[in-house]
């Protein structure tokens, strides 16, 4: 399931390696500092702490992926379904519910910054055509 690099253009490389180092940074710090983004997680999801242990594990393990080129197809459309949840369950309800406008601004740019590596994530798994996992023939 490996891609040969030689076929990729080098600035998509090097988004894809920027990508990679941000994820496994933001699940560093989603290990590390669990405590500062319970406040995050929403009341009706079940776990609360092991959701961002969750996060950061799974954050760690698709940039990995990505620097190493295995699995990266399904671990794109992964990443962006997990984004695009955590944008409906987490960052949305946040920017209703917010008292200070500090507090919806953040939340807003965090709506924004989620659909946006989102989209990117599944503009990866579609440039990902090489590793086998095909939902239609012109995926």
């Not at 988004?15 to 500062?36: F, M, Q, R």
């Not at 961002?52 to 080129?69: K, M, R």
Request: with cysteine; proline share 3%.
């Amino acid at each position: 399931m490996r891609i040969d690099l030689t076929k990729y253009h080098i600035f998509s490389r090097i988004s894809i390696y920027i990508l990679a180092a941000v994820l496994i940074c933001i699940g560093v710090y989603h290990l590390t500092k669990p405590d500062d983004l319970l406040v995050y997680v929403p009341y009706f999801l079940p776990g609360g702490i092991k959701w961002a242990y969750l996060v950061g594990t799974c954050f760690i393990l698709v940039g990995i992926s990505f620097i190493t080129n295995y699995y990266v197809k399904i671990a794109s459309y992964l990443l962006s379904f997990f984004l695009f949840f955590f944008v409906i369950t987490v960052h949305v309800p946040n920017f209703f519910n917010a008292a200070m406008a500090d507090m919806r601004t953040f939340a807003l740019i965090n709506i924004l910054n989620n659909t946006a590596i989102g989209a990117f994530a599944l503009h990866i798994a579609a440039g990902a055509h090489h590793q086998q996992l095909h939902f239609e023939q012109s995926d």
